[in-house]
């Protein structure tokens, strides 16, 4: 007899991003120079005061052990960059917890909260882990299209009411993956407001908030008064420090809520290793100057793309913030079709908005994590190919 998965994982289909890296190591393989601008995986380092913190402590005898019990300096690391980044005070013993990067959190939290017929109310597009760990936990999920004509916000006066009196959890991710739209706090205070009309736990994955362009910062949904009543606020230092590999992550907010996270996570993990805590502590606390060139290097990726799609006669608003551009596919031929195509005829990898949800059809989404020359290289050819 073949071994068979457990119900709850059986309808899950491989990582989308495993079975595109197979292929492109495999055009690579027969000579094929591919420009990657598919993935959402910083490619500048840290700074290096930040590796020595790493370094320093692994430097160290004591520093090799399990940690469970010995986080209370990277929550309180937390708490202030919290308070200094977005003016919200956090008690680190009651409303911080630390996890192995903030994917390993936003998974528990369906694991947590939901028990089975229970609903998630799931933006889409959006980052896959929202609704597969709801699915995972037994719960349902009712989607929220995210269209341009509404700036890629939900619809709260769309969802039925038969939804409502079900759902447990609201999604939010803004500044946005994929579509690089932002929120500003007027929204935020409407949904704050909408969680508490409804007994809802707003679950919001902030990890672009320190990835702005043209003056942009992006605003902490828990800056919205009574907030912490409703909200769980996931964050990492991926995306903002470059140390996505890392698996250096947060929640905030909701007390009970994080109690049920670690709950689960005591039986999960044994916590981060410490140096990597060290590391991040130093990261949050110390200099933060180095952002704005960071930023600026994005940037310079984010005009040089939007300047290549121009050209190719694909009309798009520069985003204000996160790591993507979110592109209508000319033509109206499906996104998997149209990235597939052009992944074989001009060795240019993006990814199908397909991939991020049905509403997401119609799109495709470059990421601005490859050199700009190699940016300029694929617009190039993009360009170039539509122009046959």
Same mark, same amino acid.
């Not at 470059?242 to 996570?265: C, H, S």
């Not at 495709?364 to 993009?382: H, N, P």
């Given at each position: 007899m073949p071994l068979r998965p457990a119900h709850r994982i059986a309808h899950i289909k491989p990582y989308f991003f495993a079975d595109?890296?197979?292929?492109?190591?495999?055009?690579?393989?027969?000579?094929? &120079?591919?420009?990657? =601008?598919?993935?959402?995986?910083?490619? @500048? $380092?840290?700074?290096?005061?930040? =590796?020595?913190? /790493?370094?320093?402590?692994?430097?160290?005898? +004591?520093?090799?052990?399990?940690?469970?019990?010995?986080?209370? $300096?990277?929550?309180s690391a937390v708490a202030d960059y919290y308070k200094k980044r977005f003016d919200v005070d956090l008690d680190p013993k009651t409303e911080v917890i630390d996890l192995i990067g903030s994917k390993e959190g936003l998974f528990i939290l369906s694991q947590a909260l939901l028990n089975p017929g229970d609903v998630s109310l799931?933006?889409?597009?959006?980052?896959?882990?929202?609704?597969?760990s709801t699915k995972i936990a037994g719960g349902e999920v009712h989607k929220l299209p995210l269209l341009a004509e509404n700036?890629?916000? $939900? &619809?709260?006066?769309?969802i039925p009411a038969e939804m409502l009196k079900k759902a447990k959890i609201l999604w939010l991710n803004y500044p946005n993956n994929p579509t690089g739209a932002i929120a500003d706090i007027a929204f935020?205070?409407?949904t704050v407001a909408f969680a508490r009309q409804h007994d809802l736990v707003v679950a919001h994955d902030n990890p672009y908030c320190d990835v702005g362009y043209d003056g942009y910062r992006a605003p902490s949904l828990l800056q919205v008064p009574g907030a912490k009543d409703v909200?769980?606020?996931? +964050?990492?230092?991926?995306?903002?420090? +470059?140390?996505?590999?890392?698996?250096? #992550? /947060?929640?905030?907010?909701?007390?009970?809520? @994080?109690?049920?996270?670690?709950?689960?996570?005591?039986?999960q993990d044994s916590a981060m290793?410490?140096?990597? /805590?060290?590391?991040?502590?130093?990261? /949050?606390?110390?200099?933060?100057?180095w952002l704005a060139e960071r930023n600026r290097i994005y940037q310079e990726r984010r005009d040089a793309v939007v300047d290549g799609l121009h050209r190719a006669g694909i009309q798009v608003a520069p985003p204000q913030a996160a790591l993507y551009v979110w592109a209508p596919v000319p033509g109206g031929e499906p996104s998997m079709d149209f990235c597939a195509r052009m992944l074989e005829q001009t060795g240019v990898s993006a990814t199908p908005g397909a991939v991020f #949800?049905?509403? #997401?059809?119609?799109?495709?989404?470059?990421?601005?994590?490859? &050199?700009?020359?190699?940016?300029?290289?694929?617009?190039?050819?993009?360009?170039?190919?539509?122009?046959k």
């Open positions: 595109l890296g197979k292929r492109i190591t495999a055009m690579r393989a027969q000579g094929v &120079d591919v420009v990657r =601008l598919d993935i959402g995986s910083p490619d @500048l $380092p840290p700074p290096g005061f930040i =590796l020595e913190a /790493m370094f320093d402590a692994a430097s160290k005898a +004591n520093t090799h052990g399990y940690t469970l019990g010995l986080t209370a $300096p990277f929550r799931v933006p889409d597009p959006a980052y896959a882990v929202y609704a597969m700036a890629f916000l $939900p &619809d709260y006066a769309a935020f205070e409407r909200v769980v606020e996931f +964050n990492s230092l991926s995306k903002t420090y +470059n140390m996505a590999g890392w698996r250096v #992550g /947060m929640a905030v907010g909701q007390p009970d809520a @994080l109690k049920f996270i670690e709950t689960y996570k005591s039986q290793f410490a140096p990597l /805590m060290a590391a991040g502590e130093v990261a /949050m606390l110390g200099d933060q100057g #949800g049905e509403h #997401g059809e119609g799109y495709f989404r470059i990421s601005l994590v490859t &050199d700009i020359e190699r940016i300029r290289e694929g617009a190039q050819r993009i360009a170039g190919w539509l122009h």
